[in-house]
């Protein structure tokens, strides 16, 4: 279905004339980003209102080309005078810079074939919510994570509920023009226990969604926060062993961003990459098939162009394990004499499998389920990586004994192919809409 977004003309106007001063200035080539954003926020703490804030703010960012010179810098003055004023002394300042040849906009064929579709990206609900309705999502949060203590346990809630509108024009010197608009709500709610032991474990949960509607229930959500908080009560450390691990979903987007952070273009063109040169060889298991789509209704990573104006397209990342693309802008296709893809991800798209977290530790048996990891760090370079973890160990397929203050540490290019179970279950308040993993054979550091 094609449709028409309809964007502030104030918004037009200013990325246009932008454009034209940067040009009339000397510029070779230009682009221009008007956007502004309006967002709110309420914080609400053990029983009481704690913070309400609200901000509405506009700006233009530019991107200036002068013979092969690069600059890219931002204002929030609109004001005629103090654009042209701002654009000249960019220019200025993109005259002393080193000349770099591939630095240029995108060729003007990668704008061509943006499809007209209805993203859905933008509830109405939002410019129509009451501060009054806002303080109600935050207070129920609080109530729903207290209905879940029956012993007294919890120590403080706080929670915390959001919306923001944006909207944003972009221009470009070689004719390229495109909007967007969105909109996001977000609910979180931390809760703190007290530990027998006198430690005082802290546990969250949240939802991110597109729409209002689509947020889970205020008393569902801090339930879910109570209990993942009580649940941290007696945790110890497990003993060091080999075992299976299952990824909750809420947590597996850590190591898929441990991935992708390997594929960016320039990490590959910088020989920065444990993936560089590896595309079409298989570096995961069969199970890993990952795909980008930019063009799911709602989807918060949903867009018909990127951020420099490439037409959005499903890209196919991982193929039954094998490698299959890279995220290329057109700065670092160049350099790399390759076509363009997209410069970062929108939404993930998983081949699913048939069972929810539940029925995959009834496979595992044995093993340990990690509801969070705890620091650590992963090299680009290397894929070698070590994080902290907590969770459950797993005895006879059901949950068992919490525990903490345990390390797993490996390669990604080994961990990847000991992928042995996708689950059914992406999570849906995230781009990357991952679903529970399990692995084979981790090595876990506890006592």
């Keep these: 279905m094609s ?24 510029a070779t080539e230009a682009s221009a980003t008007a956007g502004r ?22 700006g233009l960012s530019l991107q200036l080309y002068l013979d092969g010179r690069y600059s ?41 074939g943006r499809a007209a579709l209805d993203l859905s990206i933008e509830d109405p609900r939002q410019g129509q919510l009451s501060a009054e309705e806002r303080q109600r999502f935050a207070r129920e949060l609080e109530e729903g994570a207290r209905s879940a203590d029956t012993k007294g346990a919890i120590l403080s809630v706080t929670t915390g509920f959001g919306d923001l509108f944006r909207e944003s024009y ?60 009580l649940g941290r009560i007696g945790a110890t450390k497990g003993e060091s062993a080999v075992l299976p691990m299952a990824v909750d979903h809420k947590v597996s987007g850590r190591l898929v961003s441990m991935l992708l952070g390997s594929m960016s273009g320039a990490s590959i063109q910088q020989k920065r990459s444990f993936l560089e040169g590896r595309e079409g060889e298989k570096v995961g298991s069969d199970l890993l098939t990952l795909k980008d789509e930019p063009h799911v209704k709602r989807g918060l990573g949903s867009r018909l162009f990127d951020g420099e104006g490439l037409a959005a397209r499903e890209l196919t990342l991982f193929e039954q394990g094998v490698l299959r693309s890279y995220f290329i802008d057109s700065y670092y296709g160049r350099k790399l004499q390759r076509r363009p893809t997209t410069s970062s991800p929108s939404n993930l798209a998983w081949t699913l499998g048939t069972k929810a977290r539940a029925g995959l530790l009834e496979d595992l048996r044995d093993g340990i389920l990690v509801t969070g990891f705890l620091g650590g760090n992963s090299s680009a370079v290397t894929g070698d990586f070590s994080l902290g973890v907590q969770g459950f160990r797993v005895r006879g397929g059901q949950l068992a004994e919490p525990v903490s203050e345990m390390n797993i540490s490996g390669n990604q290019l080994d961990l990847w192919k000991r992928l042995v179970a996708v689950g059914a279950d992406p999570y849906p308040f995230s781009s990357a809409r991952t679903p529970s993993l399990v692995f084979e054979g981790v090595q876990f550091a506890g006592r």
């Design 170 to 229: 972009r221009v470009t010197s070689n004719g390229f023009e495109g909007g967007a608009r969105g909109t996001q709500f977000v609910a979180s709610a931390e809760v703190s226990v007290q530990d027998p032991d006198g430690r005082r474990p802290e546990e969250s949960d949240s939802g991110f969604a597109r729409f209002f509607e689509d947020l889970p229930a205020a008393n569902v959500l801090g339930r879910r926060a109570g209990e993942r908080a």
């Design 72 to 112: 890219s810098v931002s204002t929030s003055d609109l004001r005629p005078e103090a654009l042209d004023r701002f654009i000249a002394d960019g220019l200025a300042m993109t005259r002393a810079l080193a000349r770099d040849e591939h630095r240029r906009l995108p060729d003007a064929e990668l704008y061509a």
């Design 37 to 58: 954003m309006r967002e709110v926020e309420v914080q609400w703490r053990d029983g009481r209102l704690e913070k309400v804030s609200e901000a509405t703010t506009r």
């Design 3 to 26: 449709t028409t977004i309809e964007i502030d003309q104030d918004l037009k106007d200013t990325a246009r004339r932008a454009v034209e001063l940067a040009r009339t200035h000397g």
